[in-house]
């Protein structure tokens, strides 16, 4: 298992409420990536955050957003909840921006009702 | 941004047998693909990896192996068990970022 972990592992919520979730990275890692991985897909880049700063963005609108703090945890913050945002979102953490291999945490599967 | 292909879907084989499965790309200048295995309920886990700098990668009973010029590459698993059922899925680089997009998976089912 790698050491990057989230939080919570499940959250039910309702249409149009906001979400946080959070992410741990693992010992030594500066980079998290987030994405939303929806039933029988792949997982779809949302953003990554290396050292503080958003450092690419996918083709999500602007309710999803995002922080990294000093230490390299990350939060994913998602306003405005819609039926469609239901799915599981995986943090990744990597060494360093750039090519460097990612590890997955286990995710946090969201359900909107 | 980078478009990656993944075939088959699904994937049904004995025990035993060998499973390939294929992935093309869209960018040329992507030069890190790497190989996830994801077991139900669980997160992706990093099986193999290969830079473009070399054209096969072994680790026991799974290889990739990666031709740049036709923009695809391969996972070959040999003597299948039934603990490598799960969905496996391949990426390479977004263009510009640092991140991955992902194939759509392959669901390998190995039958005892």
Redesign the interface.
Known sequence: E?GVTQSPTHLIKTRGQQVTLRCSSQSGHN?V?W?QQAL??????IF?Y?REEE??R?NFPPRFSGLQFPNYSSELNVNALELDDSALY?CAS?LQ???????????TRLLVL | GENVE?HPSTLSVQEGDSAVIKCTYSDSAS??F?W?KQELG?????II?I?SNVGEKKDQRIAVTLNKTAKHFSLHITETQPEDSAVY?C?A??S??????????TMLLVSP
């Open positions: 790698t980079t990536s994405y029988g897909q792949g997982p779809q880049f990554q290396y450092n690419g996918g995986l990597s921006q750039g090519l460097e291999t990612q590890y997955f945490g286990p995710g | 993944q030069n890190y790497p996830y669980k997160r992706p886990q990093l990896d830079r899925f990426a680089p977004n510009g970022y640092s991140t991955l997009t992902f194939g759509k998976g």
